[in-house]
């Protein structure tokens, strides 16, 4: 079983930036490509980004692209997003998620999520 927690979502100005967080219970976060997904009220879950396992390959969401970054820290079990030059439309709440996958992009190839983390862009 692997247990993942979000954090570091809260309000930000249009145009600011977040790093969101999400940390991973067990020893086979290695084993585990890592992915966000978010989901805007009245909306379906939506793809923003994937890790391969030694986060060697990223893949974004043509909505991002370019101004999200994801990484991982291997040693500390932790999969980072960094969210720059924010819209309102990223409004959402942001969930990640690991799977056993290559390069899992829809919610489907994911085992294991969180609970998610709010970030909401103020205009």
């Known amino acids: 079983q692997v247990q993942l927690v979000e954090s570091g979502g809260g309000l930000v100005q249009v145009g600011g930036s977040l790093r969101l967080s999400c940390a991973t219970s067990?020893?086979?976060?290695?084993?585990?490509?890592m992915g966000w997904f978010r989901q805007a009220p009245g909306k379906e879950r939506e793809f923003v980004a994937t890790?391969?396992?030694?986060?060697?390959?990223?893949l974004y969401a043509d909505s991002v692209k370019g101004r999200a970054t994801i990484s991982r820290d291997n040693a500390k079990n932790t999969v980072y997003l960094q969210m720059n030059t924010l819209k309102p439309e990223d409004t959402a709440v942001y969930y990640c998620?690991?799977?056993?996958?290559?390069?899992?992009?829809?919610?489907?190839?994911?085992?294991?999520w969180g609970q998610g983390t709010q970030v909401t862009v103020s205009s």
């Open positions: 067990g020893r086979t976060f290695r084993n585990y490509a």
């Open positions: 890790i391969s396992r030694s986060g060697s390959i990223t």
């Open positions: 998620g690991g799977a056993s996958s290559l390069l899992p992009r829809t919610e489907a190839d994911y085992d294991y």
